[in-house]
């Protein structure tokens, strides 16, 4: 059986950072942007559940690994929501 490594999608604003207590297992840094980009879309593409998508594009992905190694960041304000 093969362990996954595990990333932490940790959310950086203005205030501080929330941080990702539980993480998700992703087989490499490159799935890991491609479901970070993902995850953004459906925030900004769905305001009635996530709130304000303008207020969610002062936000960032600050992804981490299993050491707090930062090995992402993902800017929500460079992602476009599709109407």
């Known amino acids: 059986m ?3 490594p ?11 950072l929330i941080d990702d207590p539980d993480g998700d297992e ?3 840094v490159a799935a890991v942007q491609v479901l970070a980009k993902a ?12 709130g304000d998508p ?3 594009q002062r936000r ?3 992804i981490t690994d ?9 800017p929500f304000d460079d ?3 599709d109407d």
Request: hydrophobic share 45%; aromatic share 12%.
């Open 54 to 56: 303008q207020a969610w």
């Open 39 to 50: 995850i953004v879309d459906d925030i900004l593409g769905n305001p009635g559940t996530y």
């Open 6 to 16: 595990r990333y932490f999608f940790n959310i950086r604003d203005r205030t501080g």
């Open 2 to 4: 093969t362990i996954m």
């Open 79 to 81: 992602r476009v929501a």
């Open 66 to 74: 299993e050491t707090g190694d930062i090995v992402l960041v993902v």
């Open 60 to 62: 960032s992905f600050e």
């Open 26 to 28: 992703v087989a490499s």
